[in-house]
């Protein structure tokens, strides 16, 4: 499936000159992300990988090294392909990168004082540390911060809390060393993120039908809507903007799913006017709204929250309590109406006869003395029902931290399979947007299962590949299958088994590499033309995100069209003689990258991150302060230094923007 892997250059003795990048990783997001440094930015990297195999698949014959050198010789065979055609959509030649040398490789079991000396990190711009284990991201970052105060750090950390703490520490530290440094340089020193973080939305939102993206910037939220093919003489609403043209038609609603090696076949993004109108009868992504952001809303728990009745009772208990409440007010009824004594009076003797407390009513009316006798009798039957309400509750109370089973009459929902960090944070989008979600996963210690406990949803636990395991999860019944594990084979195959028992299953997969994915799809459309099939690359979503941090960027957020990714950015127009001096409508490059919005806000006053929401008193009023973004703008407004622009861009068209800026502003 890898093809020819052409041999890269060893240069263990070769020391790297100054200004270059380092990643220092163990899975496929280290070498994406130095693809994505070398091939679409331009940048001189070194990739430090742990020798041996990837332990993330071990079924995979090559090392780490071998696996890079793949990937590295795929993207290098498909940029020269790109060369010799026509070009960029920026209208620049195909590889941007003539010049810039071979990716440096480098093995070591950890990134010690002794390996990161050797990579130059004294000497690089920027590092990047995206090992899967937290703790060994933590101590490397303080060990590059402590040798190069004036490194760029980009850290890869799953724990949110701590990714914040550690960032104002380094941030911090940096400060100290170097006096007086810019505020925004400073800001952009230390960069946290979690690529669990970045790819969950996009991932969660190929469960759904006609799903929708959110982008915030400023405290407001943009909403990115995937717009289905229209039928004969539709007429769909356009939007605020057209962000791409998917590959599905009214005649091919499945569309190629295409992506970066797909050609012609693959998604054009940031389309002109001109393309957008003759491309009658296609999908697209439209920007539909612009909405007011409030605060996080928690993920809501299946079932509502606390412990109803009906969860504590069983319904046979609970009817029959219902039987025997009937049956007392029933005594009561005939007591008042044959003895004519008072309502009150009545329901206190019928009480004291339903619990045997009361004496035999010797001299009294023969009613009486039936009635006597039939509270007796029910007060018999009490006994036995307060004994099954006393064991059920506390069999409810025994079981209340246990996982929850998928109940009989669950439809509609969605399967997720795996409760690793991805699936986690997929779960929790789930249950953010009220969707019905049933669990499956192979470990009962995965880290996502104390959180499936307490948000009560329904769990399986088994190997997806296992016969009735998909059965357990209402396969049958359900509406989506996201099949998220690490490992590609497994995903594919729950997907083709749960595809045997429902045909019509939308499915969604978690698949690596771009070639494999493209023959999956083709080969599940051609069995299953009627049910859609998507495939996502967490790591392909994650590295943008994680480069433009390197650059001293932050993205707003990535939105997948289909296997492609678009990027929102905010950037100074300062330094970018592509905007600046440029009218809005000049300034806008197909392919590449328009202009959204503009940030009103004087430079003194503007936040430093756009994807913050500002803060506001949750006990007052619950409005936050308006948005210094201005989202309609007129084509002829003329761009000047001091403004900051919203801008939806290729991942070309970002890194073109950011690679002009270092050559006006060379970096210190």
């Known amino acids: 499936m890898l093809g020819f892997v052409p041999p890269l250059p060893q240069q263990p003795g070769r020391p790297p000159s100054a200004g270059h990048m380092i990643v220092c990783g163990d899975d496929a997001l280290a070498r994406r992300l130095a693809v994505e440094l070398r091939f679409v930015y331009g940048e001189r990297v070194t990739l430090l990988l742990p020798p041996g195999r990837d332990a993330n698949s071990p079924e995979t014959p090559l090392t780490q090294r071998g696996r890079a050198a793949a ?19 920026g209208g620049g030649s195909g590889d941007t990168n003539a010049g810039v040398e071979a990716v440096r490789i480098m093995e070591a079991p950890e990134p010690s004082d002794d390996v990161l000396e050797e990579a130059g990190v004294d000497r690089a711009a920027a590092l990047a540390l995206v090992y899967d284990d937290d703790e060994r991201n933590i101590r490397a970052a303080l060990t590059a911060r402590r040798l190069n105060p004036r490194l760029r750090l980009v850290i890869r950390l799953y724990n949110r809390k701590l990714g914040q703490h550690l960032e104002e520490l ?18 952009a020193s230390t960069t946290v993120l979690s690529d669990a973080d970045t790819a969950a939305p ?6 759904l039908t006609g799903s929708s993206k959110i982008i915030q910037a400023e405290g407001l939220l943009l909403r990115a809507a995937e717009r289905p093919p229209p039928r004969p003489g539709e007429n769909l609403d356009p939007g605020l903007c057209t962000l791409a043209l998917l590959s599905s038609t009214t005649n091919d609603p ?17 389309p002109d006017e001109q393309t957008v109108a003759a491309a009658e009868g296609r999908g697209t992504v439209v920007l539909e709204a612009i909405s007011q952001a ?18 504590v009772f069983s319904r046979r208990l609970r009817w029959s309590a219902l039987g025997f409440a009937l049956a007392a007010v029933a005594l009561v009824i005939v007591s008042v109406l044959t003895t004519e004594d008072s309502l009150p009076h009545s329901a206190y003797l019928i009480l004291l006869d339903l619990l045997s407390m009361n004496d035999p009513s010797e001299d009294g009316t023969t009613a009486r003395k039936i009635i006597q006798i039939f509270s007796g009798v029910a007060g018999i ?3 036995p029902l307060l004994i099954a309400a006393v064991l059920e509750a506390f069999g409810t109370l025994r079981t209340a931290s246990s996982l929850r089973r998928p109940p009989r009459g669950l439809s509609g929902h969605v399967v997720l399979l795996g409760l690793g960090k991805i699936g986690t944070r997929v779960l929790v989008r789930l249950r953010e947007l009220d969707i019905p979600v049933v669990v499956v996963e192979e470990d009962p210690e995965a880290r996502g299962i104390p959180l499936a406990r307490s948000m009560h949803v329904p769990t399986v636990i088994g190997d997806v590949t296992q016969e009735g395991v998909l059965e357990a999860a209402k396969i049958h019944r359900a509406h ?44 599940l459309r051609t069995a299953h033309p009627g049910a859609l099939t998507r495939s996502r690359s967490v790591s392909h979503l994650a590295a943008p995100s994680f480069a433009v941090a390197m650059m001293g960027r932050q993205i707003l957020g990535a939105v997948p069209v289909e296997r492609k990714v678009m990027l929102f950015a905010a950037l100074e127009v300062a330094g970018h003689p592509q905007l600046e001096g440029h009218t ?38 619950a409005t936050p302060p308006p948005s210094g973004l201005v989202w309609d703008l007129h084509p002829g407004y003329v761009l000047r230094a001091t403004d900051r622009v919203v801008i939806a861009a290729t991942r070309r068209g970002l890194a073109e923007l950011l690679r002009r800026q270092r050559s006006v502003a060379p970096r210190q």
Do not use: C, H
Not at 254 to 270: M, R, V, Y
Not at 294 to 311: E, S, Y
């Open 584 to 621: 809005v409508e000049q300034a806008f490059r197909a392919g590449a990258w328009p202009v959204l919005a503009i940030d009103a806000t004087p430079p003194a006053d503007r936040a430093p991150d756009l994807a913050a929401i500002p803060p506001y008193n949750p006990g007052g009023d």
């Open 381 to 383: 039957l009490l006994l």
């Open 170 to 187: 380094l941030d911090q530290a940096a400060a100290v060393a170097m006096p007086g440094i810019d505020p925004a340089l400073l800001d």
């Open 202 to 207: 996009a991932l969660a939102a190929t469960a």
């Open 480 to 523: 989506a299958l996201l099949a998220l594990t690490s490992i590609d084979t497994t995903n594919l195959e729950a997907a083709l088994y749960a595809r045997s028992v429902k045909p019509d299953l939308r499915v969604a997969l978690r698949l690596y590499d771009d070639e494999f994915a493209t023959a999956v799809y083709r080969t």
């Open 71 to 89: 990937l590295f010789g795929r993207m290098s065979a498909a940029m020269n392909r790109a060369g010799n055609g026509n070009g960029t959509a």
């Open 254 to 270: 499945a569309g190629s799913e295409g992506s970066d090696s797909s050609g012609d076949e693959a998604p054009q993004l940031l």
């Open 294 to 311: 409030g605060p996080d809303r928690p993920a809501t728990r299946m079932g509502g929250r606390g412990a109803p009745l009906a969860k």
